[in-house]
C-alpha cells in the first residue's frame, strides 16, 4: 500500500474526530493497525481490516474507490468492498443484482451450489439478506501468514488428537454427550443470531445434536456465536476439543484456526480478550513469535486478520466478580466465539450484565440415560469377560437392573450421579479396572445417603486406584511409569491442586516454571539472595584456586577467605534486593523463554531479533551490571573497614573511586552481554511447546547456552570495558586508578562465572524450576525428587490432562477435592462411609478404629 493511501485514511480519522486509539477500538483492531494503515504499511491481505476502518469512518463508495485506487498491485472490484458498505456507509445487501456476463459467485464452505440467476431485462428486487457480522467473512491468507496458520492448524490437529486419545474417549467407544437448546434466558434473540435484516421472519433453530454434529450444528449459526452449558462433568472439554477437530478434519476446513484456550485466570479488567489470545498462542506456540516486516508478531497477525477462532474453555472457572466482566468484554465485540460453562455460573453472569452473549446460540448439555449406561458400562470390564464368570453385564448387571427400575431413592441417586460422563469415568476406573471391587456398594443407602457422598467416594478413590491399579494399555517401560506409593502420590497432587488455589499458579494451570510462587515471597527473597551470594563466593574460590594450582603469581594480592566471604555476602545482599523489587513490580515469576540461543543465527534465513530488543536487553544488563558492580566497590571498601589498613578518609575515596569505576565496567559489560545474547536469539520450533516437558527440555538447553556466552563474554568484556572507563575517568578525573590485565582477566572469569550462574539459576524460569521444583519442595517433603517424572506419570495415568505448556488437573472437581484433603489433614485420607476412613494405601484401620 502506497503512502497516498495513509495520507487519505488519516484525513479520514481526522474529519471524524477520532484518535487512533478511538478509531482501534471501534474498528475493534490494534492501534498499531492504525498507525500501519495511515503510514501505508498495511499488508495486501488486510483488505478486511481496511474495510472494517472504512467502516467506523462512515467511507462513502466514490470515496472507497479512491481509497483502493491507490494501493498497489490489483484493484478489488467496488462489488467487493460492498461486502461490507452499502451505499450509505452501513452494513446491508452484500449481493449485487445478477446480470448475464457475470459469473457465478464462488460457493461458500457449507453451502449448496445452485444454478445461475435468470437473465432478466428488470430483475426482481432481491430479498432481504443476513446481516454481515464483522469478522464473518475471512480472506485467505498469503505468504508467510498463510504458512503460520497452516502449521498452526496441523499442530492443532495433531495436539488435541493426542490429548483424545490420551483421555480414552474412544475405549471402548465415546460416550453419547448430547446436547439441546438452553433455556431462551440465556441466548440472544433468533433473528439476532441468524442476523435478518429488520422485517425477516426468523426461522426456528436446530440446536440437537451430538458429538458427531457439534460442527455442523456451529457452522449453521449465520453468527458462528455458540455457548455450550452444561453441569461439572458433563462432557463440556469433551465436546470443546471433538468440535475442533471436526472443523480441522472438514473437506472444505474453516479458514479460522480453532484454539482451545482455558480462561480461568484471565483478568477481563485487565486484559482485552484480543491480548489474552496472542497471550496463549506465543505461550502455547513460541514459533509464532517471530515478528512480520510490519514489527508485529505473527500471533498478533494470525488474531488481527481474524484467522482464529476461540474456543474459550472454562468461563464458570472465573471469579465470580470477573465473570460479568469478562461477558462484557466479549459481548464488546461480535467476532465468532465458541464458550463453555455451567449453566448456573454462566446464568448468574448473564443476570448480572442484563444481556447473555450477544449475537451467540446457546445449547445445554443433557444427562446420560440408563441405556447408555447399559451400553457402556459392560464392555469396559474386560476382566469379568476373561475370566467368563461374570456373565454379558460384568459386575455392572445388578447396578444396572436397579437402575433400569429406580423404585429406591438409592437407585434414582445413583443414577442422577452416573449422568454426567466424568462419574461414569471415575465408577469405571474403580469397579471395572480395579479387581475385587463390587459397584453394588454403591446402591448402599447407609454409606451413601446423598449423591454428594457418592461423587466423594468416586473423587477420594479414583487417585488411589490409578496408582495401586495399572491398567495393560497405560503400563510398562515405554510408559516410563515407576510404582509409586498411592498415599504419597495423593499427598503430593494434594499440594499441586492446593497451590493451585492459593495463587502460586494461574487458576487451574499447574505450570512448571511457576513452582517457585508456591514459596513464600521472604523464603523465595531468601533462597534468592543465597544463590547469588553462593555463586560469586563459589566462583571467586574457584578463579583462586585455578591461579593456585597453576602456579601464577599475580600482580596484586590474591583476596583472603575474608574479603571473598564480604564479597559474597555482600553479593547475597544485591540479588536479595533485586528480588524485592522485582517481587515490588509483581515480576518475580520467571517465564519461559521462547527462543533458542543460535550460535549460528548469521546463516541465511534465521530471523533476527529487532534492535529494539536489543536496545532493551542492553539497558537491562546495564543496570544489573552496575548494580553487581557497586556491590564488589562496597565489598572491598568493607573489607578493608575491617581490616583498618587506611585511614577514614582513604576509605571514602577508594569507595567512591571503586563504585563508579565498578559500576560502569560491570554495567556496560553485562549490557554488551545481554545486549549479545538477543542478538543470537531466534523463536523456538513449531513443536518446542507441544508439551510442557518439551518446553522445559527446550529452557535448559537455552539457560546452559546463555550461562556459557555470558561467562565468556563478561570475562572478555571487563577487561576492554575495563581499560576503556578507567582510562576515561583518569582523563576526566584526578584519579589514579590501576588496571593490570592479570587482575582483569581474574575479576571478569569471577564475574563471568559467578553472575552468569546466579542469573542463571535466580532469574530464568528453568533456574527457578531447578532450584525450587527439584530441590528445595522435594526438600521439605512437599514433592518428590524426580518431580517431571511425577508430573509425566501422573499425566499417563490419566490424574493430569495437558493443555498446551501446561498441566491440569483432568477436571476441577478432582483438584478441588485434592486441594480440600490437602488442608483438613496432613495425613492423606479418603472418605468411604460416614464415620468410617480408609488409609489410601490399603485396607489398613483408620486412627479412629485403632
Not at 328 to 341: D, G
Request: aromatic letters at 6%; a positive charge; one cysteine or more.
Amino acid at each position: 500500500m502506497s503512502n497516498e493511501l495513509g495520507t487519505r485514511m488519516r484525513h479520514l480519522r481526522r474529519r471524524a474526530g477520532l484518535t487512533q486509539e478511538q478509531l482501534a477500538e471501534r474498528a475493534e483492531v490494534s492501534v498499531s493497525t492504525i498507525g500501519r494503515l495511515e503510514n501505508g504499511r498495511l499488508p495486501e491481505h488486510r483488505l478486511r481490516t481496511l474495510q472494517k476502518v472504512a467502516e467506523v469512518l462512515d467511507v462513502k463508495p466514490e470515496e472507497w474507490q479512491r481509497l483502493t485506487a491507490t494501493m498497489d498491485g490489483p484493484q478489488p472490484a467496488l462489488a467487493d468492498a460492498a461486502e461490507v458498505l452499502t451505499p450509505a456507509g452501513t452494513r446491508g445487501d452484500p449481493t449485487p443484482a445478477a446480470r448475464p456476463e457475470d459469473p457465478a459467485p464462488p460457493v461458500r464452505p457449507g453451502t449448496q451450489a445452485g444454478p445461475p440467476a435468470p437473465a432478466a431485462p428488470t430483475p426482481a428486487p432481491a430479498a432481504p439478506a443476513p446481516i454481515p457480522v464483522p469478522g464473518t467473512a475471512v480472506s485467505s491468507p498469503v505468504g508467510p501468514l498463510a504458512d503460520a496458520a497452516a502449521s498452526l492448524a496441523r499442530e492443532v490437529g495433531r495436539r488435541w488428537q493426542r490429548e483424545e486419545k490420551h483421555r480414552r474417549v474412544h475405549d471402548p467407544f465415546p460416550l453419547p454427550v448430547r446436547y439441546q437448546p438452553a433455556p431462551a434466558a440465556l441466548m440472544d434473540r433468533p433473528e439476532n443470531i441468524q442476523r435478518l435484516q429488520p422485517g425477516v421472519p426468523a426461522r426456528d433453530l436446530d440446536l440437537n445434536g451430538d458429538l458427531r454434529t457439534v460442527a455442523d450444528t456451529y457452522r449453521s449459526i449465520e453468527s458462528q456465536r455458540l455457548v455450550i452449558l452444561g453441569r461439572a462433568g458433563s462432557g463440556k472439554s469433551i465436546l470443546a476439543i471433538k468440535f475442533v477437530l471436526e472443523l480441522l478434519a472438514a473437506p472444505t476446513p474453516s479458514l479460522r484456526v480453532p484454539v482451545i484456550l482455558s480462561i480461568g485466570s484471565w483478568d477481563p479488567l485487565a486484559i482485552t480478550p484480543r491480548d489474552l489470545l496472542v497471550d496463549h498462542l506465543l505461550r502455547d506456540h513460541p514459533h509464532l513469535a517471530r515478528t512480520t516486516p510490519e514489527g508485529a508478531t505473527l500471533a498478533a497477525e494470525l488474531v488481527d486478520s481474524d484467522l482464529i477462532l476461540p474456543v474459550l474453555d472454562g468461563f464458570d472457572e472465573l471469579a465470580e466478580a470477573l465473570r460479568g466482566p469478562a461477558l462484557e468484554a466479549l459481548n464488546a465485540t461480535s467476532h465468532p466465539v465458541v464458550l463453555t460453562s455451567r449453566q448456573d455460573e454462566y446464568a448468574r453472569a448473564v443476570r448480572d450484565v442484563h444481556a447473555p452473549l450477544v449475537l451467540a446460540a446457546c445449547v445445554e448439555l443433557a444427562d446420560l440415560t440408563v441405556e447408555d449406561l447399559a451400553a457402556y458400562l459392560p464392555r469396559t470390564d474386560r476382566l469379568g469377560d476373561s475370566l467368563g464368570s461374570r456373565g454379558a453385564t460384568g459386575v455392572w448387571g445388578a447396578v444396572l437392573d436397579e437402575l433400569r427400575v429406580r423404585d429406591t431413592p438409592a437407585s434414582s441417586r445413583l443414577g442422577q450421579v452416573l449422568g454426567t460422563p466424568l462419574m461414569v469415568t471415575l465408577a469405571r476406573t474403580m469397579y471395572s479396572e480395579a479387581p475385587g471391587n463390587d459397584p453394588v456398594e454403591l446402591l448402599d443407602p447407609a454409606s451413601f445417603p446423598t449423591g454428594r457422598h457418592l461423587e466423594e467416594h468416586l473423587l477420594a478413590n479414583f487417585v488411589p486406584t490409578v496408582y495401586r491399579h495399572r491398567t495393560p494399555e497405560r503400563a510398562g517401560p515405554a510408559t516410563g511409569q515407576r510404582n509409586r506409593d498411592p498415599e504419597q502420590a495423593e499427598r503430593w497432587l494434594g499440594y499441586l491442586a492446593h497451590s493451585l488455589t492459593t495463587g502460586a499458579h494461574e487458576h487451574g494451570d499447574l505450570a512448571w516454571w511457576r513452582f517457585g510462587a508456591s514459596v513464600r515471597l521472604p523464603m523465595r527473597i531468601l533462597y534468592t539472595a543465597l544463590i547469588g551470594g553462593l555463586c560469586m563466593f563459589a566462583a571467586n574460590w574457584l578463579v583462586i584456586l585455578f591461579t593456585v594450582s597453576i602456579g601464577y603469581r599475580r600482580s596484586v594480592q590474591a583476596p583472603t577467605m575474608v574479603e571473598v566471604t564480604v564479597f559474597g555476602l555482600c553479593s547475597a545482599v544485591v540479588f536479595g534486593l533485586v528480588h524485592g523489587a522485582l517481587a515490588a513490580m509483581g515480576r518475580t515469576v520467571a517465564v519461559p523463554t521462547q527462543v533458542r540461543l543460535r550460535l549460528a543465527a548469521v546463516a541465511p534465513g534465521v530471523e533476527h531479533r529487532p534492535v529494539r530488543e536489543i536496545l532493551t536487553r542492553f539497558g537491562a544488563g546495564l543496570l544489573g551490571g552496575s548494580v553487581l558492580g557497586v556491590a564488589h566497590a562496597w565489598s572491598k571498601a568493607l573489607f578493608r573497614a575491617l581490616a583498618g589498613t587506611s585511614p577514614h578518609a582513604d576509605l571514602i575515596g577508594a569507595a567512591i573511586q571503586d563504585t563508579l569505576a565498578a559500576g560502569l565496567i560491570f554495567g556496560l559489560t553485562a549490557g554488551l552481554a545481554f545486549g549479545l545474547i538477543a542478538a543470537f536469539e531466534a523463536p523456538v520450533d513449531i513443536a518446542a511447546a507441544a508439551t510442557p516437558m518439551r518446553l522445559l527440555s527446550v529452557n535448559r538447553s537455552t539457560a546452559t547456552r546463555q550461562f556459557l556466552v555470558l561467562a565468556a563474554a563478561v570475562t572478555v568484556g571487563v577487561v576492554i570495558c575495563g581499560y576503556v572507563v578507567v582510562g576515561l575517568l583518569q582523563q576526566v578525573l584526578p584519579w589514579t586508578l590501576l588496571w593490570p590485565l592479570d587482575a582483569a582477566l581474574l575479576l571478569g572469569a569471577v564475574g563471568g562465572l559467578g553472575g552468569s550462574a546466579a542469573y542463571v539459576l535466580a532469574l530464568t524460569a528453568w533456574g527457578q524450576w531447578l532450584t525450587v521444583a527439584r530441590f528445595w519442595l522435594p526438600l521439605t517433603r512437599r514433592l518428590p525428587w524426580d518431580t517431571a517424572a511425577f508430573l509425566d506419570d501422573a499425566y499417563r495415568r490419566g490424574v493430569l490432562r495437558q493443555a498446551g505448556a501446561v498441566y491440569q488437573f483432568r477436571h476441577i472437581r478432582l483438584q478441588q477435592h485434592l486441594a480440600r484433603v490437602h488442608v483438613s489433614s496432613g495425613r492423606v485420607t479418603r472418605y468411604v462411609k460416614p464415620g468410617r476412613m480408609r488409609r489410601a494405601s490399603g485396607e489398613r484401620a483408620s486412627p479412629e478404629g485403632r
